[in-house]
């Protein structure tokens, strides 16, 4: 194509000019139309098999039951341990305990409510408390209790664990005023054995069972920990003192018959002299010690008393004498 050639493409009329497009296959052509026809028919909705490509998915009526009821059926299903009792309550009304194990409520109608019944134990806070015989203490005390009926701790008590902490408490004083304080020492085991007896009956129409009380700390006043010091040392005295007279009794039997025993035979009491010098000798001793028999000091004594009774005889006659002579004029 030339500058000087006239432009074969272009053909003018009536002042406008039309451009001609090159040529397209008729199989082109074709698939174009059916293809634009698919898409009207399908975008306004009536084609046979198709779904309109503009318009939201939709989700199926039933799908929100479905979720309701799997949640009513989560609601309804209750877990209780194996140590745990389930109390059901209907409408308001009880009807029973249930467990272990999965238990279903109707939603809306029934009502569970969970019972531990492992031993609970419950420290008592420490009471003042005047024994019998007038002497000021403070104690406390531990119980131990468990639940054997929930279905009487769950509608007979509000709060079954309170209930049986004030009813110790009460029962601690009560019968710690009764006894004696010796008593309170020495017989603890009793006292313990009282005071489950009593607390227990207290809680039966509860359902709980008290199964130990022990009484944990005794304090005293300061005055009365001296006063019960200076009593044991003195009883310690006494029964020290009567264990050494009891020796001493023991020890002057067994000498008495020995002392029969050697009276018997004179040469005994030569050979228990013999026997003491030998004691003697053994402790290498300077000072030696002869005991002298009283058998030869008898003579001499019996002489000596005589003189002693003639002197004072004597002494009498002359005294006599003397007041019975007159009074020289």
């Excluded at 634009?36 to 799908?63: L, V, W």
């Excluded at 029934?110 to 403070?138: A, F, G, H, S, Y």
């Excluded at 769950?154 to 304080?181: M, N």
Aim: aromatic share 6%; net charge neutral; charged share 25%.
């Amino acid at each position: 194509m030339t500058g000087g050639e006239p432009d074969k493409d272009r053909r003018t009329s009536g002042g406008t000019s039309k451009t001609k497009l090159p040529a397209q296959p008729a199989s082109d052509l074709w698939k174009a139309d059916v293809f634009s026809r698919q898409y009207n028919k399908t975008e306004r909705g009536d084609h046979p098999g198709g779904i309109p490509a503009c318009r939201e998915n939709t989700m199926p009526g039933y799908f929100p039951l479905v979720i309701l009821i799997l949640l009513l059926i989560a609601s309804s299903l209750r877990i209780v341990q194996e140590y745990e009792r389930g109390v059901i309550f209907r409408l308001g009304r009880c009807v029973g305990a249930r467990g272990p194990g999965i238990i279903f409520l109707i939603p809306g109608i029934e009502r569970m409510q969970k019972v531990d019944l492992r031993v609970i134990t419950m420290d008592v806070p420490t009471q003042e408390v005047i024994t019998k015989d007038n002497v000021t203490v403070k104690v406390n005390a531990v119980v131990y209790f468990r639940v054997v009926n929930p279905v009487d701790s769950v509608i007979k008590v509000l709060d079954f664990v309170k209930a049986t902490s004030q009813l110790s408490q009460t029962t601690l004083r009560s019968v710690l005023g009764q006894s004696e304080l010796d008593e309170l020492l020495s017989k603890r085991d009793a006292i313990n054995q009282r005071l489950q007896h009593i607390i227990d009956e207290g809680t039966e129409p509860w359902g709980i069972k008290v199964s130990n009380v022990e009484v944990k700390d005794v304090e005293l006043p300061p005055t009365m920990q001296r006063a019960m010091a200076a009593q044991a040392e003195a009883e310690r005295e006494r029964r020290a003192k009567l264990i050494h007279a009891d020796g001493e009794f023991q020890a002057a039997k067994t000498l008495t018959e020995a002392a029969n025993i050697i009276s018997s035979n004179p040469a005994t009491i030569q050979l228990r002299y013999l026997q003491t010098l030998k004691e003697i000798a053994a402790n290498q001793s300077s000072t030696i010690i002869f005991p002298l028999p009283i058998d030869l000091i008898k003579p001499f004594m019996g002489m000596a008393g005589s003189m002693a009774g003639a002197f004072s005889n004597t002494g009498l006659q002359q005294g006599e004498e003397n007041r019975t002579e007159p009074p020289q004029g």
